[in-house]
Antibody, heavy 120, light 113 residues
């Protein structure tokens, strides 16, 4: 079954760091750009970051630029998001999402998400 | 940045009746040279991740029932559920992918009347 499975979320103090992972299965992972989209509790969706299939190009929302780093390991079919200098407003469910092969920035497959809670 | 505004925030519709959700962008998301509107619709059921319903404003994703349709161009878009079913209870989001940051609307909650 084509799927995405996130992991790595948890409780972290303000200023702390966390690394999220997303394991992809049953599709040619390296062919597709991949993204992270987050959803604060009870709120709407916010695009966070996208990486191309090769990993050569990355894109970030201003709210996370300089603090978060997206990367991928195509040999492991895994997407990552390194979260540094975390703030309370970063508290959210983080979804891994598959983009189209042509990097259109809409998302046709989503994981179930991993919850990041930033609190002291 | 492009701001996406959805209306209404919520609506209650009887089973079998039509549901209409509106989405307005603060600037056009029509790429004229390609004649494409960079607009997608998603459905999010309680406790689940979003699911892609419509892209390029009107193209239904594979496997999505044909009671879901998207229309509009430029700055004004509509998602229509022609005959509401119980399994359609969800929050619906529009998203523009015309320019970064790729923003979503605030969501419209659809319930059964």
């Amino acid at each position: 079954e084509v799927q995405l499975l996130e992991s790595g979320g948890g409780l972290v103090q303000p200023g702390g760091s966390l690394r999220l992972s997303c394991a992809a299965s049953e599709f040619t992972f390296s062919s597709y750009p991949m993204s992270w989209v987050r959803q604060a509790p009870g709120q709407g969706l916010e695009w966070v970051s996208t990486v191309t299939g090769t990993g050569d190009s990355t894109y970030y929302a201003d709210s996370v630029k300089g603090r978060f780093t997206i990367s991928r390991d195509n040999s492991k079919n895994t997407l990552y998001l390194q979260l540094n200098s975390l703030r309370a407003e970063d508290t959210a469910v983080y979804y891994c999402a598959k983009d189209t092969v042509t990097l259109d920035f809409y998302f046709d497959l989503w994981g179930r998400g991993t919850l990041v809670t930033v609190s002291s | 940045d492009i701001v996406m505004t959805q209306s209404p925030d919520s609506l209650a519709v009887s089973l079998g009746e039509r549901a209409t959700i509106n989405c307005k962008s603060s600037q056009s998301v029509l790429y004229s040279s390609k004649n494409k509107n960079y607009l997608a619709w998603y459905q999010q059921k309680p406790g689940q991740p979003p699911k892609l319903l419509i892209y390029w404003a009107s193209i239904r994703e594979s496997g999505v029932p044909d009671r879901f349709s998207g229309s509009g161009s430029g700055t004004d878009f509509t998602l229509t559920i022609s005959s509401l079913q119980a399994e359609d209870v969800a929050v619906y989001y529009c998203q523009q992918y015309y320019s970064s940051p790729f923003s979503f609307g605030g969501g419209t909650k659809v319930e059964i009347k």
